[in-house]
């Protein structure tokens, strides 16, 4: 998953481009997911680099509109990155998925049309919606939240760290 450390600046509106376009401009792993909907390896090295991930949001590798957030992460062991709903609604939507002999909602961004994953509803999850957004990390841009990023350690004045006197 490719990680910044600022937050790309969101798409005005739609993001239309061609396929020659999106090819150069997106790794081979990006267009396989965003533009073919192709599905990375479960519990490959992004699920593990996710999971590892603290405070953040998740952009869209393919225009940068804010989807996701640390916030609604949550740990479903699918082997996928997973969060119970978006961090911003409008760019995210959701369309019916026929493919493969199943019924299933197609989680797209809503600004370049880029498949993300899919969501699944009632499965028992302890979350607010016990929805599944199951989303490749691939397509994903990850931006460590500033706080997290820079994590000061609090500095200790060893001097005034008074130690008992000893008498
Ligand atoms: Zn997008």
Request: aromatic content about 8%; overall charge negative.
């Amino acid at each position: 998953m490719e990680t910044k450390t600022e937050i790309p600046a969101e798409p005005g509106g739609k993001v239309v481009k061609t396929d020659e376009e999106w090819k150069k401009e997106l790794t081979p792993e990006q267009y396989r997911i965003l533009r073919e909907a192709g599905t990375e390896r479960a519990n490959g090295e992004v699920y593990k680099e996710f999971k590892h991930q603290g405070k953040g949001t998740y952009h869209c590798a393919g225009c940068n509109a804010l989807l996701f957030s640390s916030d609604q992460k949550f740990d479903s062991g699918c082997g996928w990155p997973s969060f119970y709903d978006p961090a911003k609604a409008e760019n995210v939507t959701l369309k019916r998925d026929t493919t493969l002999g199943m019924t299933r909602i197609e989680v797209i961004c809503a600004k370049c049309e880029g498949h993300l994953g899919h969501v699944f509803e009632g499965e028992g999850f302890d979350t607010p919606t016990d929805k599944r957004f199951c989303i490749n990390g691939g397509g994903l841009i990850y931006v460590p939240a500033k706080e997290a990023a820079k994590e000061e350690k609090p500095v200790k004045d060893e001097k005034s760290a008074a130690k008992p006197e000893e008498k």
